[in-house]
């Protein structure tokens, strides 16, 4: 079982940047697929990006180039760095992990949530 605690979300000005960070306790996050998750207020929750065990990374299209998922093993800690970001990024995001046999930007492959962190970016 792993527990995973949200960090970093604030409000900023369309074209800023934050870092969100995960951090674990409990398993390794290195066992784990890892994501990010978002949900706007009156939406469905949607992958941002997720991370393989091996360290390979899918992103959202609404996203790519613009945000990057990390992690520190050592730390058991993710990341999400998210550089260029406009209003329509702000929402709740969730950091998840699912078991590594598959790792797929669906939310329904995760078992283990956090509690979020609210990102809001104004225009």
């Known amino acids: 079982q792993v527990q995973l605690v949200e960090s970093g979300g604030e409000s900023v000005q369309s074209g800023g940047s934050l870092r969100l960070s995960c951090g674990a306790s409990g398993d390794p996050i290195s066992y784990y697929c890892m994501g990010w998750f978002r949900q706007a207020p009156g939406k469905e929750r949607e992958g941002v990006a997720v991370?393989?065990?091996?360290?390979?990374?899918t992103y959202a299209d609404s996203v790519k180039g613009r945000f990057s998922i990390s992690k520190d093993n050592g730390e058991n800690t993710l990341y999400l760095q998210m550089n260029t970001l406009k209003p329509e990024d702000t929402g709740m995001y969730y950091c998840a992990a699912a078991l590594p046999h598959v790792c797929y930007l669906a939310a329904s492959y995760f078992g283990w949530w956090g509690q979020g962190t609210q990102v809001t970016v104004s225009s």
């Open positions: 991370i393989s065990r091996a360290g390979s990374t």
